[in-house]
């Protein structure tokens, strides 16, 4: 039986990278040079991905909506991924794909040393693509960071945790001048690819989520997605209750749960301040990540980048795992179809089926 009416996954990478060659070959030139201190393939593989080119893996996304009945996907790139490919994907299947933009021409160009990234420039850049009209937001991560030439030593790109917030607030700017558009803020690490605190892609903002705060108070207006709602990857929960706190105190703060296990969909739902209205069903569809089962663990599996084994090299099966997370959650089968489609379908001002399909919210 399907899991609910209508299933939007809010968390999908239709893109993928062939890294193989390229990690295998870094790896050993960083071990010859590093004096036998072995060099992790995650990290060649973060380090490496920004600026490969992606290839369109839509066929087996299709594929796999069908095995799950996934009825519609909110398409993101990330790490090297190209905002055109999700737009053509989005042109020939509008039934199926909305997609968010990253400002991805812009990245490459300020890693290939073509242009000096400046936070007016990601502006701009996020600006003229939301200007076309075939994007709804801003995502997976929106580029506030700076964004440093190939070679360059990572901590050029340090930036202390106001300055970061400053330029959220610079992308917000730029969001609220789109109607309904949604601006996202990530949360967590795979536990692979290394990442730092006030440099990197994903900056203070993703280690320290109360920082949103900042950004839902001052833009109420603007919808904040936070992907993975704490748990990207790994068995911690300290990103999770700092997701729960902000979603509970803005209504205009949204949690991605589709990385959650079945019992973190408890304290979230019994929340009056969340509930199953402030939940959306997005996994990672598409990452290399792999899921860890530990029997009689807590919890029993997991999402995660192990690095003792390396990165993947096959289609994670995200959704299997998920669907049945969610649907071990003893609640209301209305309250659940607004976790696996209402909610998005009213964020993304997506087409269903029927009007009336899913029961009034306090938000809508």
């Known amino acids: 039986m399907k899991a ?117 420039g990601a502006c701009e850049a996020l600006d003229e693509l939301l200007a076309t009209g075939t994007y709804r937001g801003v995502g997976e991560a929106a580029p506030y960071m ?79 997605v936070i992907n993975h709602g704490g748990i990207q990857a790994h068995w911690s929960e300290i990103f999770y209750d700092q997701c729960l706190q902000v979603a509970a105190s803005h209504d205009n703060v949204y949690l991605e749960t589709g990385l959650w296990w079945s019992e973190l969909y408890d304290k979230a739902i019994a929340d009056p301040n969340i509930g199953p209205e402030k939940l959306i069903f997005g996994t990672d569809w598409g990452a290399s990540i792999g899921c860890h089962t530990q029997p009689f663990g807590k919890p029993s599996s997991y999402f995660v980048q192990d690095r003792r084994s390396g990165p993947i090299r096959h289609q994670a099966d995200y959704w299997g795992w998920a669907l049945r997370e969610l649907t071990r959650v003893r609640m209301g089968q209305d309250d659940m179809n607004l976790i696996l489609g209402g909610n998005a379908a009213r964020l993304y001002k997506l087409q269903t089926p029927f009007s009336r399909i899913f029961r009034p919210t306090y938000l809508d």
């Open 4 to 120: 609910g009416r209508f299933i939007v996954d809010t968390h999908v990478h239709a893109q993928r990278h062939a890294a193989g060659k390229t990690v295998r070959d870094s790896v050993a030139a960083a071990n010859e040079g590093n004096k036998g201190v072995k060099v992790n393939p995650w990290r060649q593989l973060g380090a490496h991905m920004p600026a490969m080119e992606t290839y369109d893996n839509s066929a087996r996304l299709l594929w796999d909506m069908g095995n799950y009945d996934i009825d519609m996907c909110v398409l993101l790139p990330a790490f090297g991924m190209s905002d055109a490919i999700n737009a053509e994907l989005v042109e020939r299947h509008p039934d199926r794909f909305v997609a968010e933009c990253g400002a991805t021409e812009y990245r490459k160009a300020c890693i290939a040393g073509e242009v000096e990234w400046s936070i007016k």
């Open 146 to 224: 700076p964004i440093l030439p190939n070679g360059a030593d990572p901590r050029e790109g340090m930036v202390s945790s106001d300055e970061a917030v400053r330029n959220m607030m610079a992308m917000c700017d730029v969001v609220k001048r789109y109607d309904g558009a949604v601006f996202r803020t990530h949360s967590g690490c795979g536990m692979g690819y290394e990442l730092g605190y006030h440099f990197g892609s994903l900056g203070p903002t993703n280690y320290n989520i109360l920082l949103v705060h900042d950004l839902a108070t001052a833009y109420p207006e603007v919808p904040i």
